[in-house]
């Protein structure tokens, strides 16, 4: 019943984490990469419920749960992060952000 | 005495109490713990004790335990006879009914069997294991036999009136409360020594009493002499030491057990002159030497007169350096069986008892003249073991322990009444001053020359008869001219101390007084103790416990008080070849007295002149052989240089500290390329990630 609809589902799901990656890899601003790192989490989240409807349970449905308290406790960390950088650098140039090496 | 009071009372008031407490495997433990308490209680709250009583309660306390301990190994032996009694009447009983049922004679034996007297009692629980790894079993059970009643009653006994004596001598010393309670800790050990069940009871004893002799030696530790000697006690004992813990190692290895009656009984089965029990005997000896100062391991005994007098007395004469005649008699079975370590006992024994001898005719010390004294009897002790006669070297132990305890109390004495004098050459003239001390100590030295009917004059004549029996007269020969010697010194000593004119200053003269009643009382009953005890007749008391091959003759009903024996009747057991003996000893004993009054009272410029004379031996004797002064040298060479060449700059600097600086520095190299990995772009750490990702979920797709 639900196999017709999981496939569909899983190339969006698909699409939109390449997305992600993509964006993570080739943006600069650390806004823009965050937000596509939330892209990527939200892409899982849709495989997994397409999942748990193809597979008739409902595990796949309390991961999102989760999934969705830690993106929240990400995006108030991340973006607090953010904003002290923002202070100290006074730029949102992720490749200004390179002090912590040799 | 006082137990067998309590005791009665008890069966009156409370006649289950009384059968509880009462019993042969109550009291000997307790005679064992009590001195542990005295320790304990005087450690944890020896301060308090101190300040409450300002004087003598800490040192009442630890008599008071001691005492005690004693009056358990009296009821412990009474007691003991009256079970052996009780065995024997129930074999009688059984034989006497098989008898009746016409039996035959052989049938007869089976079933009732020979008469042995004094099975070992195993004291504790066999089931509670001490020691429990890996099926290496070892209870925590003591042993109890009539050779574990003798030592106990002379550690307990000869300990009680010590520690009396030490109320007295040290009744100044501001550091009393360390003191009673390390007295009170060796007497628990040295009881543990004895009354341990196996080996390694056996050694914790061991060690406990060599750490309270280190303790005590080094009482005084503030001055630098004492602290050394207690330093070189310990370091030749760990010599020793190291020698004992092969040999457990090796019986366990051979019998399959620690247990000491296990061991006894296996060795009955194996066949004379094994190898390896001539190793284990060998190995066990070297603790021996260590432990009871024989040749070359003797250097500490004479050191360790640094420590309070009493102390000598107790540890350093009567007890603990005995523990190595007892272990090599406790396992005499053993060494019964490998006539090459006898033959080792009895050769070391004998050059330590002449080589000891010699040196002590040369001292000036009135405290070394004794060690080296106690050096050359313990040598007689092994002299006796090694030609067989185990219970005879029990026998002069016994002995042993109370003219040469009344020998360094009465030292003490003198000491004493000299405020600290310790060299001979400045006493004199003693003998109506201090004549309570001069009389005690007259007998004193009478019993260790060996004069009827003293008891150093009983033991000492078995051994020599000992030696004969055994066919050796070359340690015949040996013992008789050690007894000579012997009787030499200690006469010196005596007229040097005690007759002529004072040499010392006249404020010194005018400061001598007799002792309190605490020391003179110990004092007076070591004398009675060194008259008397030599007509108790130890050796047949102890003989069940070597199981040699003759049968013993000892009856259950008799106990050591039963074995009063007439000299006469004692000289002639020793059989018909030996009957001109007693008088050739006694004849030596007398021959050395008299030139030793010749020397030092009628012709005072007589030993000077010899000295003078024999320039070469009299330098070797004062040199003391030059044990110590090899002993320095090869240390100095060897072990400190081996050690700061070797240990030090090989091992220590190249190899320590080689490896673990190599370690840093290996490190550091990796790391400076390692590091390079760290670039500080976030996408560049990102990039390794999602390469991991991919990498897994690839593996986990097509590799597997």
């Known amino acids: 019943m639900s196999g017709a609809l999981a496939q569909p589902a899983l190339i969006l799901s698909l699409l939109l984490f390449t997305l992600g990656v993509v964006g993570v890899f080739l943006r600069r601003n650390v806004i823009t990469v965050f937000m596509c790192v939330e892209l990527m989490l939200n892409a899982v989240n849709l495989a997994f419920v397409a999942f748990s409807r193809q597979m008739g349970t409902l595990d796949g449905q309390v991961l999102v749960f989760f999934v969705m308290t830690v993106a929240a406790a990400e995006a108030a960390v991340g973006l607090a992060i953010i904003i002290a950088i923002h202070r100290h650098q006074d730029t949102l140039d992720l490749d200004a952000f390179n002090l912590l090496k040799w | ?704």
């Open chain 2, 1 to 704: 005495m006082l137990l067998t009071l309590v005791e009665w009372l008890l069966s009156k008031l409370a006649p289950p109490v009384a059968e509880g407490l009462f019993r042969l495997n109550v009291i000997p433990w307790l005679a064992l713990m009590l001195p542990l308490g005295g320790f304990a209680v005087l450690w944890l709250w020896g301060d308090a004790i101190k300040r409450d009583r300002e004087d003598r309660g800490a040192g009442l306390l630890a008599c008071l335990t001691v005492i005690l301990a004693f009056d358990c190994a009296v009821w412990t032996g009474l007691n003991m006879h009256k079970a052996e009694a009780e065995r024997e009447g129930e074999r009688q009983t059984l034989v006497r009914s098989l008898e009746q049922q016409g039996a035959d004679a052989s049938g007869l034996k089976a079933i009732a069997g020979p008469y042995q007297p004094y099975q070992p009692y195993l004291l504790g629980r066999p089931d509670i294991d001490w020691i429990s790894v890996a099926g290496l079993r070892i209870p925590f059970g003591l042993l109890l036999d009539p050779l574990t009643l003798v030592m106990m009653l002379v550690v307990s006994g000869v300990g009680s009136l010590i520690h009396i004596y030490s109320l007295g001598y040290m009744a100044h010393d501001p550091e009393r409360v360390r003191y009673f309670s390390y007295l009170n800790l060796f007497t628990f050990f040295m009881l543990l020594l004895v009354m341990g069940g196996n080996l390694p009871l056996l050694f914790v004893g061991w060690e406990g009493v060599g750490l309270c002799s280190y303790l005590l030696i080094g009482f005084w530790f503030k001055k630098k002499s004492a602290s050394d000697a207690g330093n070189k006690a310990f370091i030749v004992n760990r010599i020793g030491d190291a020698g004992l813990i092969l040999g457990t190692i090796l019986a366990f290895h051979t019998f399959g057990t620690f247990n000491l009656v296990e061991i006894t009984d296996a060795v009955a089965a194996r066949p004379a002159g094994l190898a390896v029990i001539t190793t284990i005997a060998l190995l066990l000896f070297v603790g021996a030497c260590g432990k009871s100062a024989q040749i070359p391991l003797h250097v500490w005994l004479p050191d360790a007169m640094e420590g309070p007098t009493p102390v000598s007395a107790l540890i350093h004469a009567a007890t603990m350096v005995t523990a190595g005649v007892y272990m090599v008699a406790r396992l005499g079975p053993l060494y019964a069986k490998s006539a090459t370590a006898m033959a080792v006992v009895a050769g070391v024994g004998a050059a330590t008892a002449l080589v000891a001898a010699t040196i002590a005719l040369v001292q000036t010390d009135i405290k070394k003249v004794l060690a080296y004294s106690t050096v050359s009897q313990l040598g007689y002790m092994f002299l006796a073991c090694g030609v067989g006669a185990f219970g005879v070297g029990i026998f002069h132990l016994f002995t042993h322990a109370f003219f040469k305890a009344l020998l360094f109390l009465g030292s003490g004495s003198v000491i004493h009444a000299l405020s600290g004098e310790q060299d001979m050459r400045k006493m004199g003239g003693l003998r109506r001053k201090i004549p309570w001390t001069f009389w005690t100590f007259a007998i004193g030295t009478a019993a260790i020359a060996g004069i009827p009917p003293l008891a150093g004059f009983f033991s000492k004549d078995e051994i020599l008869a000992g030696t004969l029996a055994a066919h050796k007269p070359l340690l015949f020969g040996l013992g008789l001219l050690t007894a000579a010697l012997t009787a030499f010194y200690m006469a010196r000593l005596l007229f040097m101390t005690f007759w002529g004119s004072f040499r010392g200053d006249h404020e010194a003269e005018h400061h001598v007084h007799e002792s309190p009643w605490t020391m003179l009382g110990p004092l007076v009953l070591l004398a009675v103790g060194s008259a008397s005890v030599g007509f108790l007749h130890v050796p047949e008391f102890v003989k069940p416990v070597f199981r040699l091959e003759e049968p013993a003759k000892v009856t259950a009903a008799a106990g050591v008080l039963g074995h009063l024996q007439s000299p006469a009747a004692q000289a002639a057991a020793h059989g018909a070849h030996a009957a001109w003996l007693p008088y050739v000893a006694t004849l030596t004993a007398l021959l050395g007295i008299a030139f030793a009054y010749l020397f030092y009272v009628r012709r005072r410029d007589l030993p000077d002149k010899i000295a003078a004379a024999s320039r070469t031996a009299y330098r070797v004797l004062e040199e003391k052989y030059g044990f110590d002064l090899a002993y320095n040298w090869f240390a100095s060479r060897f072990v400190v240089g081996g050690s700061s060449l070797v240990l030090w700059k090989a091992v220590d600097v190249a190899a320590i500290d080689g490896a673990v600086n190599g370690t840093g520095t290996m490190v550091n190299a990796v790391s400076r390329w390692a590091r390079l990995l760290q670039t500080g772009f976030v996408r560049g750490y990102a990039l390794v990630m999602l390469g991991g990702a991919v990498a897994l979920v690839g593996y986990l797709l097509w590799m597997r």
